[in-house]
């Protein structure tokens, strides 16, 4: 049964032509493959990132207005000016056009199953044809050799399995839950076998226990509470320890020197640049969403973010409480990868939960 969340919305929806959902579905394939293409040809994400933005500017209705839009247009000339903030615009834009579309979730959670299907259909055949090299290391961290599987990193192929299988936990988790109980945990372990990327192994693991706790009727009303205030104590225990990172050289050293880059970016972070964020020249991973939120939009993107977080967990709780595994599972992946701050497979997902709040028009659940 579709979920109603509040009951003044149900009539602000609008016929729409077809066209308009069509280039919602092409700017959302995208995102899910921005990255693979971006792993091929360095300036590939750039180049996807502006298609998806053109791709979703098409799908706009220039006749219905609301205030949503409104300050959708002045983030996009904000946007404009400070280039690093579009990516932001992109997914946040695309997130309300799944809104006013009536886009169901469950289309997007099969496009991007099918996307990401494809991706590792090609890695395969590369290896098998020989066209890229399955390199290998030893780390120290799992105390065995680890493969990349073509790709080059093997935290790329983590990604590609937990983007696969938290999908496919939209897909599965009404009435095939045994199934995919099993199914992920084998595929996760495999996987975290064979690349020893942790960050995914450890996500899906967040997701099946939530999973289990939400199917039993484990998950009370009172740990909306809790729930809704992660992403806050998120932010303030990571930039707490890197803060104290000379006490916490365990922490960074299990964190594979995050913390580090937590410091090197913002040590001399002025309060405009801590406010609104500042460009990054240096080309090192930012591993951390939380990092990438407050170098792309500063705390006042994090307070967005938060802001909306919480106020979508305590007002929608029982409503989306399906969704509690995938969203617990990704903001606690993001503790040590850049997942949710750009648009890509599961991002849009997480960020239609968090705009809940602030859009008049109700997510096809």
Avoid: H
Wanted: proline share 2%.
């Amino acid at each position: 049964m579709q979920p109603v969340l509040d009951t003044y919305r149900s009539n602000n929806y609008f016929k729409v032509s077809s066209y308009q959902a069509l280039f919602v579905y092409i700017a959302y394939a995208a995102a899910c493959s921005m990255n693979f293409f971006s792993w091929q040809v360095a300036t590939a994400a750039s180049l996807f990132r502006y298609i998806i933005a053109v791709f979703v500017l098409f799908s706009f209705d220039w006749f219905k207005w609301d205030k949503f839009k409104v300050f959708l247009i002045v983030f996009l000339v904000v946007s404009l000016a400070a280039r690093r903030l579009l990516i932001v615009w992109t997914l946040v834009a695309m997130v309300y056009q799944i809104y006013f579309l009536r886009i169901p979730i469950k289309n997007l959670a099969k496009i991007g199953v099918i996307v990401i299907g494809i991706i590792f259909l090609y890695q395969i055949e590369a290896l098998l044809f020989g066209l890229v090299k399955n390199d290998s290391v030893f780390s120290l961290k799992v105390s065995r050799f680890i493969y990349d599987l073509g790709t080059g990193n093997t935290n790329r192929i983590g990604a590609l399995v937990l983007f696969f299988l938290m999908l496919l936990y939209l897909l599965m988790k009404d009435n095939r839950k045994i199934m995919y109980f099993v199914f992920s945990l084998s595929f996760a372990y495999l996987a975290f076998y064979f690349t020893g990327c942790r960050t995914a192994f450890y996500g899906i693991l967040i997701l099946n226990l939530v999973a289990v706790f939400y199917w039993n009727g484990w998950i009370r009303n009172w740990m909306k509470w809790i729930i809704s205030l992660m992403p806050i104590l998120f932010f303030i225990g990571t930039f707490y320890l890197a803060a104290n990172m000379d006490d916490n050289e365990n922490v960074n050293s299990v964190a594979s020197g995050r913390l580090y880059f937590i410091v090197k970016f913002t040590k001399e972070y002025t309060m405009r640049e801590w406010l609104i964020g500042a460009p990054i020249e240096d080309d090192a991973p930012l591993d951390s969403s939380y990092l990438s939120m407050i170098t792309t939009g500063g705390i006042s993107l994090a307070l967005f973010f938060c802001a909306g977080f919480f106020a979508a967990i305590i007002r929608y709780f029982k409503s989306i409480g399906s969704y509690l595994p995938f969203v617990l599972a990704l903001i606690a992946a993001g503790l040590t990868e850049t997942y949710f701050v750009g648009p890509n497979s599961v991002s849009v997902i997480l960020w239609i939960i968090v705009l809940m709040p602030f859009i008049k028009y109700a997510p096809k659940l």
